[in-house]
């Protein structure tokens, strides 16, 4: 029997979709480097809106901590944030966790990440009224990663707290 040969064009197509397939995998490697420390949920007082209400949004801030050994780069986080019980996307975020031009070093921490939700609730009530509304719902975030040219991967979920968070994440009060 003949050795089997391959064409070129075959040989440029599998080539193609190996590399394909290794530069558009999921972000894997930034979950498994990445650890979050330091998480705090609550609601953002968003200020005073058009006819004098109150805005609250769901919010999450976090610290990455590099547990690889390596020197990370170019990763995106995404936070999707959902009313409990409901699988529509109620908000997001959107934004660099750690930036190609400040790579993160092994063992090091990302600054504060603090991310918002672009909806929420708004209300006449005070703030801490509106947490104790009978018709409030809450709400939880999931936290996505994506390196490079890669697809999203879910690094955590974390419900969202019932307290208030001001403009500073230390300045949080529970109903």
Known sequence: MAPLSLRPAVCSAILFAALFSVSCGSSVDAVA?????????GWFDDGI??????KLVPSVSLKLRNKSNQELKSIQINAIFRRVGEKEMWGEYF????PRTEPLAAG???K???????????????RMQMLQNREFVDAKVEIYLKQGSKVLAKLAEYPIQRQLITRSTAETKTP
Do not use: C, R
């Open 112 to 126: 504060l990440l603090v991310m918002h939700s672009t909806l929420g609730y708004t209300g006449d009530q005070p």
């Open 33 to 41: 480097s990445l650890e979050p420390i330091d998480v705090v949920t």
């Open 95 to 98: 934004g660099w966790a750690i």
């Open 49 to 54: 809106i058009q006819g004098g209400k109150n």
């Open 108 to 110: 090091a921490e990302t």
